[in-house]
């Protein structure tokens, strides 16, 4: 069997060798556009917009902007995805829909159902391979590409609804793989489909060592509570004990930085940590260059990108577009400038804002890093606080107390006529003095981010920190039907999230 894995990373480098002839951003992302409305004009949606009016004319992308409103999933869900739900085929993309993923969400909608079309099927698929070859540039053991690969996502069991299947993105991604990779697949068809995550978390833990893993893929949060489990369960060290050859950990759906640290002490030997960006509606890209902290976005696989500047200008105080936004497509952008994704796709979604904050650390390699939701920042006075802010800060917690942080979420309130945040930091670790978390925190907030320390100084009155055990995080997503491998605590309370998080909090105190 080493022979496998020895001539799969030959091929990688021997392919990194060859020059092939690229076409530039502007180029790719244009023929994508064009594709796209070629083949959905005669849609609904298409017949709506005038899609063939768009592509008669010499500026196409302007007229597209022109004619095709911004949407969120709620405009598109109620003006016409719920038509596919109905069963109706070539409502926006030309098909009859047979699989729609389930999205928790952070916003909007409470339980989301995006299209997933055989087109979008073959996108993901071909980002995948895409990433396999970038993986040449990474230092791979040749022997982890014939081992195990352990994918922690939602229950592969899709549910039958008349003319459609609805489940987890990844459970549609299970009934769709090739059947050459179903050998390497972890955990495996049977326990994957168990629809309970505690359940599938003790036959994962108790089979661990009947496996020979070389990739772990999932999201943090989760995949840190699984190894430990395994680790405890076995009376080991670390998860090298388990599985000596483990070598490639393929994170994303959060920022890494926060859980780095404690993720090292479950290892044994150092390993690649690869970020990949995907989410119900697509897989967009994947870290191509070890040592850099950036998402190299595909260009030339069925989705159409235009980023929307983050600012007052084009959104309001909750996060919501205002009309008719200034948009830039890939050539257009700037690097350190916060802009929200709108996507185009082969699975019928058109302007579509996915909710992402980004920002472009490197605009020629168009690779970019997730600094927020449009829904998930704190700017009660002018603070303006990203994601991506309060992950530094919990980062810079974690390393000066040396403890581990495994969730947190932050809320805002009126404070004595002014205003206050309140921090909820979830933690096991020991004797945490709670005032000590919120001096480093207010600090390097007010380093990192020069609205915060003038409002600190201003509207911003006090900030207030409140240790929690983590299980009551973990509690409060499986109290909401939300616990699982697919589920990320949102890192900002807002209006009935907040109020509903307080009751919770309440509850548990007096249970306590």
């Given at each position: ?5 020895n001539?799969?990373?030959?091929s990688l480098?021997?392919?990194k ?12 992302q ?27 004319s ?17 405009k598109?869900?109620?003006e016409?995805w719920?038509?596919c ?12 829909i047979?699989?729609f993923?389930?999205?928790s ?48 996502g ?28 179903r050998?390497?697949?972890k ?70 930085e ?34 850099t ?34 948009s ?13 994704v ?35 920042f704190l ?20 390393k ?30 020991p ?14 907030l ?16 006090e900030?207030?920190v409140?240790?929690?055990?983590n ?33 919770f ?8």
């Amino acid at each position: 069997m080493a022979i496998i894995g020895n001539l799969i990373s030959r091929s990688l480098r021997i392919r990194k060798k060859f020059t092939f002839k690229l076409g530039t951003p502007r180029q790719y992302q244009l023929q994508v556009l064009h594709r796209l409305l070629e083949k959905a004009k005669e849609t609904d949606f298409g017949r709506h917009y005038q899609f063939q009016e768009i592509l008669d004319s010499p500026n196409f992308i302007g007229q597209y902007r022109e004619k095709v409103p911004v949407h969120n999933y709620t405009k598109m869900h109620q003006e016409w995805w719920y038509r596919c739900l109905e069963g109706e085929a070539n409502v926006s993309w030309p098909e009859k829909i047979k699989y729609f993923a389930l999205s928790s969400g952070t916003s909007e909608s409470a339980s989301k159902h995006i299209p997933v079309t055989k087109a979008m099927l073959k996108t993901v698929k071909k980002v995948g391979v895409k990433q396999l070859y970038s993986m040449a540039n990474f230092d791979i053991p040749p022997r982890s590409f014939e081992k195990g690969i352990l994918m922690l996502g939602g229950t592969t069991s899709l549910f039958e609804k008349g003319d459609y299947y609805e489940g987890d993105m990844s459970g549609i991604q299970a009934k769709n793989i090739p059947k050459w990779f179903r050998r390497f697949y972890k955990p495996g068809g049977k326990i994957s489909r168990k629809p309970n995550w505690e359940q599938r978390i003790k036959l994962i833990v108790r089979k661990a060592r009947e496996w020979d893993v070389g990739t772990v893929c999932g999201v943090p949060a989760w995949v840190q509570i699984v190894l430990e489990e395994i680790i405890k369960y076995h009376g080991v060290k670390n998860i090298h004990e388990i599985w000596p050859n483990l070598a490639v950990y393929i994170h994303g759906g959060v920022s890494f930085e926060p859980y780095r640290d404690s993720f090292q002490k479950l290892l044994g030997k150092p390993i690649a940590f690869i970020e990949t960006y995907m989410a119900s509606e697509g897989s967009f890209g994947f870290q191509a260059r070890p040592g850099t902290r950036g998402i190299k976005l595909v260009l030339n696989a069925g989705i159409f990108y235009e980023f929307i500047p983050f600012n007052e200008e084009n959104f309001d105080a909750e996060g919501e577009v205002k009309p008719n936004p200034k948009s830039y497509m890939i050539h257009e952008v700037v690097e350190d400038v916060e802009y929200a994704v709108m996507l185009s796709t082969c699975a019928g979604a058109w302007r579509y804002l996915i909710g992402d904050v980004v920002k472009f650390t490197s605009v020629k390699e168009h690779e970019i890093v997730i600094v927020g939701r449009t829904k998930q920042f704190l700017s009660l006075c002018g603070e303006h606080l990203s994601i991506d802010n309060m992950n530094k800060a919990i980062d810079i917690v974690q390393k000066k107390l040396g403890i581990t942080v495994r969730e947190f979420t932050v809320a805002g309130f009126p404070y004595q006529n002014l205003f206050a945040h309140r921090w909820y930091v979830g933690t096991d670790s020991p004797g945490v003095d709670a005032e000590k978390v919120r001096e480093i925190i207010d600090q390097t907030l007010a380093e990192v981010n020069d609205d915060y320390a003038v409002e600190r100084s201003a509207a911003l009155k006090e900030v207030f920190v409140e240790i929690l055990p983590n299980d009551v995080f973990i509690d409060y997503l499986r109290c909401k039907g939300k616990e699982g491998a697919m589920n990320k605590f949102p890192r900002v309370m807002k209006g009935e999230k907040l109020k509903d998080w307080d009751r919770f909090l309440v509850g548990k105190t007096v249970k306590n």
